[in-house]
């Protein structure tokens, strides 16, 4: 019984590429997500981006730019930096209410939840009992604000 034979091989030579093209050219994100796989976190009322000062530091603002460290992603109920690329590094809000958000390892993270996670729409995080929030040009997790826009934000590419 021929088992392999030069159909046999040009066929599975051409799955093979059309796999290894779609790996490499393939879709930006999964079919089944409903969110972009990195975008920046802009504050709508600064017009400025969370940026990733690194494990146990604050995380800030600043203009946004195409750096990793302004760069974040979906990670479960996390938001990764992508500043490490071997990833493991994640936003998280403070134990005390009205303090900066802080970087810290992922293991350690609190979850934090976005109501539209769509690029270039208007949506509000929060981790447990916490807000984040625009506060005096900083970024903030605490209570929620009578102002609204304080505590809106943008996934932006």
């Known amino acids: 019984m021929k088992v392999f034979s030069k159909t046999t091989s040009t066929v599975a030579t051409g799955a093979t590429a059309l796999a290894l093209g779609f790996t490499l050219v393939g879709p930006t994100q999964p079919a089944s997500a409903s969110w972009p796989l990195i975008w920046h976190l802009k504050s709508v009322?600064?017009?400025k981006c969370l940026q990733w000062n690194g494990v146990g530091k604050n995380v800030t603002f600043a203009k946004c730019q195409n750096k990793y460290s302004q760069y974040w992603g979906a990670m479960g109920t996390q938001v990764a930096s992508l500043?490490?690329?071997?990833g493991g590094w994640c936003l998280s809000?403070?134990?005390k209410s009205e303090?900066?958000?802080i970087g810290t390892t992922c293991d350690k993270a609190t979850?934090?939840?976005m109501n539209d996670k769509r690029l270039n729409h208007t949506t509000y995080m929060s981790a447990p009992k916490k807000y984040f929030k625009t506060v005096k040009g900083k970024p903030l997790c605490g209570n929620r604000t009578s102002n609204k826009k304080d505590m809106q934000w943008k996934l932006t590419p």
Do not use: D, E, V
């Open 99 to 101: 303090k900066a958000p």
């Open 83 to 86: 500043s490490n690329q071997l």
């Open 111 to 113: 979850a934090i939840m």
């Open 45 to 47: 009322k600064s017009g």
């Open 93 to 95: 809000a403070p134990k």
